[in-house]
């Protein structure tokens, strides 16, 4: 799956939002197109590849720099929608229309707009209709295959589209392969760590060895540990633990053979 930007994610969520309240009417790619990327109005003819972006004067002047914006978020928008279709992350459902006109398409508000012409004349309370002046730019691009394939359809999201923004927008693969990395990342440090503890061991070991070379005070051994060490030794069958004499039927018994030469008999001719 491509890097989503905040956009692509806003519109995810707004997906995701209208299918757990089970609204039909927002998860129309027509609907998403008018509101969320604020299209004003849309025209194709999918046989000539000429699509039409339509926006209002402003301050009765040309918004070209706007028309263009357009271009721009409804190509991203129809991108998204393909890239989640081949993840396999929504299904799309086909709303089925009467018009035979397969060839030149068109989207706008139909509530609150009339076209005529080229212009569009807004609904403004009972009976009360004015234009509204527009400008347009057309583009012959194959972008209007997508427009023409989604225009028509309805976003069904699939639950997996929702596990994978709980994931973070990362896909399975992508985690499994976070979380190896995270477990090696944890595991070489944890090497580290021992690496150094065993490293701070042996140097504060040799530092008690060299000092208890220089070390003006002798060692003294008392009699009493002489003589125990000696019992023990002495004593085969029995160990001294702590001071007290047990037995031990377990210990290994030793008797020495002396060395006495064997002659051996010589055979009669």
């Known amino acids: 799956m491509r890097e989503l930007s905040s956009v692509d994610k806003q519109i995810i969520g707004r997906i995701i939002k209208a299918s757990e309240s089970y609204d039909l009417k927002e998860l129309q790619v027509a609907k998403l197109l008018r509101e969320e990327l604020r299209v004003f109005a849309l025209e194709w003819d999918a046989s000539l590849n000429k699509i039409s972006i339509y926006a209002p004067r402003i301050e009765d002047k040309p918004d070209f720099e706007y028309i263009n914006k357009n271009y721009f978020d409804i190509s991203y928008f129809l991108y998204l929608i393909e890239a989640l279709e081949e993840e396999g992350y929504i299904k799309l459902q086909s709303i089925l229309s009467d018009s035979k006109d397969i060839h030149q398409r068109n989207l706008y508000d139909r509530e609150n707009y009339r076209k005529q012409g080229n212009n569009y004349i807004e609904i403004s309370g009972k009976g009360i209709l004015y234009y509204i002046a527009v400008d347009y730019s057309e583009f012959n691009l194959d972008i209007v295959k997508l427009l023409d394939k989604y225009a028509d ?87 001294i633990i702590d001071g007290v004499d047990s037995l031990n039927s377990r210990t290994l018994y030793m008797k020495l053979v002396k060395n006495e030469k064997i002659k051996f008999k010589s055979k009669e001719k």
């Not at 009699?223 to 023990?232: G, L, N, P, Q, V």
């Open 153 to 239: 359809k309805i976003i069904f999201p699939l639950p997996n589209l929702k596990e994978y923004v709980d994931r973070g927008y990362i896909t399975e693969d992508q985690k499994f392969r976070r979380d190896e990395i995270e477990s090696l990342v944890n595991s070489v440090n944890y090497a580290k760590k021992a690496v150094w503890i065993t490293a701070i061991s042996a140097f504060f070991t040799a530092i008690s060895t060299v000092k208890s070379c220089f070390d003006k005070d002798e060692l003294n051994i008392k009699k009493s540990d002489i003589d125990r060490i000696e019992k023990i030794i002495t004593t085969p069958n029995r160990i």
